[in-house]
């Protein structure tokens, strides 16, 4: 019987350790790898951008190194939000969009930002992930675009392509926001190193600071 007991509680100090150890983890953010061809890739500083913006401006306390994660991999639950880039094609195939379905639906968080290009194949896709949801344009009410900053019409404009304004795009899954599609805006351009676009300090503040909203928003379980 004693032996029973001991073995018992080490099971439970165990099972507390892998908890505690998560809880203390620092969250951290992934990039999306995908198939079909596209430049997954693009924009290889902005991640590490918006995380250490959001770390000195609002001490969020996230790992400094984003993780880079496959659409189909059982590792993609270990991340609340992942971001996608990109300017061409995009294959999901039926297992990776079922896996993409089961991480928004059991909590996760994907952010789409289309680097130009990217919508003709994106949205096709994620049609597949929900058959049963349209992407829909937030209003400028939507807590997305006020948190730590406020956005009061909406997505700002990093750079010009087809002289249309931003759109952020979602899809809402039972009342919750699980995709965020920033579409004519380039936000991820604006996080990258100030070398790479020449940007203005005051827009690569704008896309940051939009970015850190996104990262609050997830973090706040709104």
């Not at 073995?7 to 150890?21: H, I, K, N």
Request: aromatic share 12%; net charge negative; proline share 7%.
């Amino acid at each position: 019987m004693k032996r029973i007991i001991v073995q018992t509680a080490l099971v439970l100090l165990v099972g507390l350790t892998g908890v505690f150890g998560r809880l203390n983890a620092q969250p951290q953010i992934a990039l999306l790898r995908y198939g079909g061809g596209g430049d997954w890739y693009a924009n290889p500083t902005s991640l590490s951008n918006l995380i250490a913006f959001c770390n000195q401006d609002a001490r969020m306390g996230l790992n400094p190194q984003p993780a880079t994660v496959d659409v189909g991999s059982a590792e993609l639950f270990n991340y609340p939000l992942v971001h996608m880039t990109g300017h061409g094609n995009v294959v999901f195939s039926e297992r990776e969009a079922d896996n993409l379905r089961k991480y928004l639906i059991g909590g996760g968080f994907l952010h789409i930002d289309d680097n130009y290009g990217l919508r003709e194949f994106i949205v096709p896709q994620m049609k597949r992930v929900f058959p049963e949801l349209e992407f829909v344009e937030l209003p400028f009410s939507h807590p997305i675009y006020h948190q730590r900053y406020d956005f009061p019409n909406g997505l700002p404009k990093i750079h010009e392509h087809d002289n249309l304004p931003p759109k952020g795009y979602g899809l809402v899954y039972e009342g919750r926001l699980v995709c965020f599609f920033t579409w004519e805006c380039d936000l991820g351009d604006g996080w990258e190193d100030p070398d790479v676009h020449g940007d203005s300090p005051a827009t690569r503040q704008k896309a940051l600071r939009m970015g850190e909203n996104i990262v609050s928003y997830v973090f706040s379980g709104q």
